[in-house]
């Protein structure tokens, strides 16, 4: 099974879209791998293993 780090590569390379939303997307709209941006709390999230994860990210 792809790691969460593989499914978010994955979705920009193909997609390059993340969803922006102000809360969690509902538990039946999420499966492992799911990216989205809070914009409330100014965080990129995913979900892993069935709980929701911040992504940490590194400016270059």
Known sequence: ???T?????EAWEE???VRRV???PDADDRVNGS????TDLDELRAQEAGAVVTVDTTAV
């Open 15 to 17: 997609y390059r879209i």
């Open 1 to 3: 099974m792809p790691t």
């Open 35 to 38: 990216v989205w941006y809070r």
């Open 22 to 24: 102000s809360s969690d």
């Open 5 to 9: 780090q593989a499914r978010i590569r």
